[in-house]
């Protein structure tokens, strides 16, 4: 965490207080639905009504007092059709400020440039969620991404993109609890294969997601994870961390290789691993470290979590690495996405999204 006012470059410092209680309690919701095998709303409710003690809230889940029924009609109900954005159609119900439409981002589909979106959706924070979902969407069918990366998604929101996102096709991480997803503009990108690289000791059902596919005759492999949360897990994040560098060693020189996620790291955890290999470069750092876009997680600014701590980590990464013949895909800019709050008075996740442009050299 840097604090406003900081000098300029200083190292990301951290609160001794810790994780902010929100998200503690979602990661409860997490490990609650893993044992009971139910939705994160489920788990919520549960929780909540027992004090966030999990034992408790298992006890009495297992003799359960409330038709699980009731509650899953419930939330069915607000995945309605009239809170869906058809990504297909030229405009959306919910505005977006002009000042996000610039001509460098506009996705031009001459072949010349590749673009990508990877975000934090926050699917488990189930408050305003269907407009937080659209609004999600609605920065989708302003930029039309050929790839965009997605993590916390959870299965009601991956079965309303996979409804309304015709033009994509999606690829999922997994089907249960939450997870990642790469969805693959059909028009750009021919599909070939697909592979999940899991993590042995995830405590969070957490794994490495691979796609492989060309784009105007390159190759390419993509990569998404959301790496272990919250800073006393760091041990198995670091981990995780180099079974994803491994992964993008391993694959065939012949390909150019993009991994973006929530990477959750602090720097002095990249650090602490080694750096990354020569031939892999933080493509934030190698764009200049441009102020702009560093932060991804910023709760000064982004108000979801209600927390008053003020915490500025740059957790969501994108990292690259070029084929061995070079310079066929240049990354070129980077921006911020989500900075404006929907009707709901929220933005659409509490992480920022990315949008990266890349060169195409034909």
Not at 122 to 149: H, K, M, Q
Not at 177 to 205: C, H, N
Not at 219 to 240: D, F, V, W
Request: proline content about 4%.
């Amino acid at each position: 965490m840097e604090r406003k006012g900081g000098p300029d470059g200083a190292p990301e410092a951290e609160r001794e207080e810790g994780e902010p209680e929100v998200k503690k309690r979602r990661l409860l919701c997490v490990e609650f639905a893993s044992v009971a095998s139910c939705d994160a709303a489920v788990a919520q409710c549960y929780l909540a009504e027992n004090d966030w003690e999990i034992e408790r809230a298992l006890d009495s889940y297992f003799e359960p007092a409330v038709e699980e029924s009731a509650l899953k009609s419930h939330l069915e109900t607000t995945w309605e059709p009239e809170f869906c954005v058809d990504l297909t159609k030229e405009e959306t119900s919910d505005s977006i400020s002009s000042k996000t439409s610039t001509s460098e981002n506009v996705q031009q589909e001459d072949g010349s440039m590749f673009s990508f979106i990877t975000w934090n959706i926050d699917g488990l924070d189930i408050s305003n969620l269907p407009e937080r979902a659209r609004g999600v969407c609605s920065y989708l069918t302003l930029y039309s991404p050929d790839v965009v990366f997605l993590q916390e998604v959870i299965p009601p929101y991956s079965a309303y993109l996979k409804k309304k996102a015709s033009s994509y096709e999606i690829i999922t991480g997994h089907e249960k609890g939450y997870f990642t997803a790469i969805m693959l503009k059909k028009s750009r990108l021919k599909f070939k294969s697909q592979e999940i690289i899991p993590f042995p000791d995830t405590k969070m059902m957490r794994n490495l997601l691979c796609v492989h596919v060309s784009v105007s005759g390159n190759e390419l492999c993509l990569m998404t994870s959301h790496l272990e949360s919250t800073r006393g897990h760091a041990k198995e994040r670091m981990n995780q961390l180099k079974i994803v560098l491994k992964k993008m060693q391993e694959v065939p020189e012949s390909a150019t290789v993009i991994f973006a996620g929530d990477t959750n790291l602090r720097d002095q955890e990249v650090t602490k691993c080694g750096g990354l290999p020569n031939n892999i470069v933080d493509v934030w750092e190698f764009l200049g470290k441009p102020k702009h876009c560093q932060y991804t997680w910023d709760t000064q600014v982004n108000s979801n979590l209600g927390i008053a701590a003020i915490c500025k980590l740059r957790f969501d990464r994108i990292f690259f690495r070029a084929a061995a013949e070079g310079g066929h895909i240049v990354p070129r800019s980077l921006d911020l996405l989500g900075l404006e709050k929907l009707h709901c008075g929220r933005f659409p996740s509490d992480h920022w999204g990315l949008l990266c442009n890349l060169d195409v050299i034909l």
